[in-house]
């Protein structure tokens, strides 16, 4: 059956399809332009856990999500796969033999251990920044796996140490980019806690990646010394738009519009995005792993992601992360509704067809 012959054949006005991919669409890989790689990872996390469960989640939530999405109503004609397979399954077995090996890590270090001196837990975190690697490098293979088929990738995580090897994988393609940032974190921190690539480091990693010329954070609030020195010795390569500034501005009478334009305007030309869902209020996703008050809501996030599309600069990926499930479908729900806008965004910018923006009469 032709592509299509599956699109006639299909009512997105009916609850997906149960045995279809991700959104309940009825498209193989093949059939899709657009490829999320689910990262189900979460080896160094220090806090709260459970965003190895977050692709799941999100997975599991789109079933529910209405497919015609007001600002693209035809995104789904170009199809939305989620590349489960084997190494999924395997990711999923090494987040979970690796994080039980790194908490007693995490613990003699809390309780002011030198980790140098202890060899069992020494080679335990030896262990632990190897497969990490290998998990960059199995993530970077397979990103470039789809891109070179002519599909457009995001990554879905996972915490937020999983995005690295999509990094390396567009610094492949791209000469320079740069990151739109959205978290509650810094995520600039130098091996923490003995972890090279832990969920706190991914932007210090990111930097290491001379391509990436310039990252530009959004809702920040929680930071180190260590951070704010390498952000201050980066110079004009890290831009921190902090929550309190934000809002401080806001309050003074500058619109969200006003400073999502200041925002973009210091972009490059092609830029990757990257979503920690802790970015948002924490009411959105209270079950992510490090929740800090304070944030945005979710359409100011869509609304920047939006404006962004619009304004002449190149989106070359995305991913998302760090969404963890709770007791309901909520975290799920947030995670799977910001994935499809964040398709639509990466589709309409690359000049895909989404359909015209749905006008309601308002009079």
């Known amino acids: 059956m032709t592509k299509e012959q599956i699109i006639k054949n ?8 149960a045995d279809a991919s991700i959104f309940g669409l009825p498209f193989s890989a093949e059939d899709s332009e657009i490829i999320i790689i689910p990262v189900p990872w979460e080896v160094t996390v220090s806090y709260g856990a459970g965003a190895s469960e977050g692709p799941e989640a999100i997975l599991d939530a789109s079933f529910q999500v209405d497919l015609h999405h007001q600002e693209f109503p035809e995104l789904w004609k170009l199809g939305i796969y ?29 309780n002011g251990e030198v980790i140098e ?7 335990d975190l030896d262990k632990i920044n190897k497969v990490c690697k290998d998990l960059k490098d199995e993530v970077k293979e397979r990103v470039l796996y789809w891109t070179k088929k002519g599909k457009k990738v995001a990554l879905l995580g996972g915490d937020h140490s999983t995005p690295l090897g999509y990094y390396e994988a567009l610094a492949t393609q791209h ?36 391509q990436i010329t310039k990252i530009v954070q959004v809702g920040i609030r ?27 501005e806001a309050y003074t009478g500058k619109t969200w519009e006003q400073q999502c334009d200041a925002i973009i305007a210091t972009l490059p030309q092609k830029v990757a995005i990257s979503f920690d869902i802790d970015g948002m209020y924490p009411w959105y996703c209270p079950n992510t792993g490090t929740p800090v008050p304070g944030g945005f809501s979710f359409e100011q996030a869509a609304y920047l992601l939006s404006k962004l599309g619009e304004s002449g600069k190149e989106i070359i990926g995305f991913d998302l992360v760090e969404v963890a499930p709770g007791d309901d479908d909520w975290d799920g729900n947030v995670g799977a509704r910001m994935l499809f806008h964040m398709c639509g965004v990466l589709a309409k910018n690359n000049g895909l067809n989404v359909g015209q ?3 309601f009469n308002r009079q």
């Open 117 to 123: 001196s202890l060899p069992a837990l020494q080679s």
């Open 222 to 248: 929680d930071f180190c010394q260590q951070e704010v020195e390498t952000a201050f010795e980066q110079g004009n390569r890290v831009l921190v738009h902090t929550d309190m500034d934000l809002k401080a």
């Open 357 to 359: 923006k749905i006008k």
């Open 82 to 110: 989620l590349d489960q397979n084997e190494q999924t399954e395997k990711w999923v077995a090494d987040s979970a033999k690796y994080k039980g090996l790194a908490q007693p890590i995490i613990e003699a270090l809390e």
């Open 10 to 17: 299909f009512d997105p006005s009916q609850p997906g399809l």
């Open 175 to 210: 000469h320079e980019f740069g990151l739109l940032h959205l978290d509650a974190h810094m995520d600039l921190r130098i091996a923490y806690e003995g972890f090279k690539y832990s969920h706190a480091s991914i932007m210090y990693n990111a930097l290491q990646l001379p």
